[in-house]
């Protein structure tokens, strides 16, 4: 399963990291910018996991050395497949929808169990998980921050928790 990691989300974790170490090793802003710019290069131009692995090797700037800055090139080293995929296939995008949220979540569900044995429970797995996923809320500092993707389809919430939300419209999902 081909699963693309989110740019912007990717650049987000960097820039925290980044504003972490200014705050312990003092470093000025335009420096800073600068790091920053160096993984959207790396980002924006890699086109495989070994064309990433040789770019992120060619960050020699004694920052990216940082046990905090070294966290998030780890990262990149890791899962470069993945930041990789909107270049490798049609159709992935180089930030998440939805649907690319649900995807990862049900594959860290699918990596954590290892398999589904018995097809019908597999298919209540994954009707059940795509429900929570509609009805749960964005996080704070999402696009749409407090909304689920019901909501934003004008759902009828009818001012009810969203578990109570699915259990109203949802009764039959086990029948």
């Known amino acids: ?19 972490k170490y200014s705050e312990k090793c003092d470093l000025k802003e335009e ?20 064309n990433m692995e040789i770019r992120l090797n060619g960050l020699t700037d004694e920052e990216f050395k940082h046990l905090i800055l070294q966290a998030r090139i780890e990262e990149l080293r890791e899962n470069a497949a993945n ?3 909107n270049k490798n296939r049609i159709g992935i995008k180089r930030t998440t929808s ?3 949220n649900f995807l990862k979540l049900a594959k860290e569900k699918l990596q954590k169990i290892k398999s589904f044995r018995d097809p019908e429970w597999a298919s209540f797995f994954f009707r059940s998980l795509a429900n929570v ?16 993707p019901f909501m934003l389809a004008e759902g009828q919430t009818l001012s009810l928790p969203w ?5 109203l419209h949802n009764g039959f999902l086990f029948i």
Request: with cysteine; glycine share 4%; proline share 2%.
């Open 163 to 167: 578990m109570q939300v699915i259990n």
């Open 133 to 148: 996923r509609n009805f749960l809320p964005f996080k704070s500092g999402a696009k749409n921050a407090h909304k689920s």
């Open 1 to 19: 399963m081909d699963i693309g990691l989110c740019h912007r989300h990717c650049i987000e974790n960097f820039k925290k990291a980044l504003k």
């Open 83 to 85: 930041y990789c995929a």
């Open 31 to 50: 420096e800073g910018r600068n790091l920053l710019d160096k993984i959207i290069n790396v980002l924006k131009k890699s086109t495989s996991a070994v």
């Open 98 to 100: 939805i649907v690319d």
